[in-house]
């Protein structure tokens, strides 16, 4: 079963940069939107950033200015620059493709952000 595979998280200061990136464990047909997601604890699940196969982005409002999601479509990868991070950044991280099939999604990476 095809897996995505998270690296980059950790612990940063506010203010420093982290760079997430995400790649299948094997090659994946057919993938439209990729993106990533995090979740604080005691919170729901939400939309950082998503990337169309094209390149169009959406943001939360959190986030823009700040972050930068990018990928490679011939490897399939993708990955979130983090910049000015800031305490309420801290959570889970997880990517997420779609295909024409099906949806997959990481195991999750932490990022800390400490004041």
């Known amino acids: 079963q095809v897996q995505l595979v998270e690296s980059g998280g950790g612990l940063v200061q506010a203010g420093g940069s982290l760079r997430l990136s995400c790649a299948p464990s094997r090659s994946i047909f057919g993938i439209t939107d990729m993106g990533w997601y995090r979740q604080a604890p005691g919170k729901q699940r939400e939309l950082v950033a998503r990337?169309?196969?094209?390149?169009?982005?959406i943001y939360s409002d959190s986030v823009k200015g700040r972050f930068t999601i990018s990928r490679d479509n011939a490897k399939n990868t993708v990955s979130l620059q983090m910049n000015s991070l800031k305490p309420e950044d801290t959570a889970v991280y997880y990517c997420?493709?779609?295909?024409?099939?099906?949806?997959?999604w990481g195991q999750g990476t932490q990022v800390t952000v400490s004041s």
């Open positions: 997420k493709a779609d295909s024409y099939a099906s949806t997959y």
């Open positions: 990337i169309t196969r094209g390149g169009s982005t």
